[in-house]
């Protein structure tokens, strides 16, 4: 239950710190088009893996 716990932190934690960069760089531009692109699609992928880890931990599927 720990480890699942653990995993969905982590993976809400990534999220959310590739949503500050990807703000950050939208106040005062700082990355490449390409990182830009890249920093996003983490960012969802990361936010996307988060909540389907955390039904797993809440509902056991």
Same mark, same amino acid.
Not at 15 to 34: T, Y
Not at 36 to 58: Q, W
């Given at each position: 239950?720990?480890?699942?716990?653990?995993? +969905?932190?982590?993976?809400?934690?990534?999220?959310?710190?590739? @949503?500050? +960069?990807?703000?950050?760089?939208? /106040? /005062?531009? =700082?990355? @490449?088009?390409?990182?830009?692109?890249? +920093?996003?699609?983490? @960012?969802?992928?990361? &936010?996307?893996?988060?909540? &389907?880890? @955390?039904? /797993?931990?809440? =509902?056991?599927?």
């Amino acid at each position: 239950m720990l480890n699942s716990l653990l995993i +969905v932190t982590l993976f809400l934690g990534t999220g959310f710190i590739l @949503s500050l +960069v990807q703000d950050g760089h939208l /106040k /005062k531009p =700082f990355l @490449s088009r390409m990182a830009f692109t890249l +920093v996003s699609f983490g @960012s969802f992928s990361f &936010f996307l893996l988060g909540t &389907f880890a @955390s039904l /797993k931990f809440l =509902f056991g599927f």
